[in-house]
């Protein structure tokens, strides 16, 4: 079956919708304040005023693979700092 707003990560989307749920009576700004910006929120054409309440499913998907987005673009950096790091190290496995 396929899902109607599939995620990129599941347990990322996960992780949102619960720690969105968990303040529930707070604005987004509060509630996801630890995950995204404000700025985030906005250009994902999200209010940050709004309850965690009044999101659709398709929001959090947007919120999550935002997340899992940058997740994968800090891995990528840390990698590749990790590749030049190691070629000026003088190390030489000759």
């Known amino acids: ?11 990322t989307l996960q992780a949102v919708v619960r720690t969105a749920f968990n303040a529930r ?4 700004r509060k509630a996801l304040g630890g995950l995204v910006t404000v700025e985030q929120l906005q250009a994902l ?12 499913l398709a929001d959090y998907v947007s919120i999550a693979d ?5 997740k994968s673009s800090e891995q990528c950096g840390v990698q590749g700092a990790k590749g030049i790091a190691g070629d000026v190290s003088g190390d030489s496995h000759d």
């Open 45 to 56: 054409g999200i209010n940050d005023g709004l309850r965690p309440e009044n999101l659709s």
């Open 25 to 28: 009576r707070k604005t987004l």
């Open 1 to 11: 079956t396929e899902l109607p707003y599939p995620a990129k990560d599941l347990g």
């Open 66 to 70: 935002l997340l899992t987005a940058e």
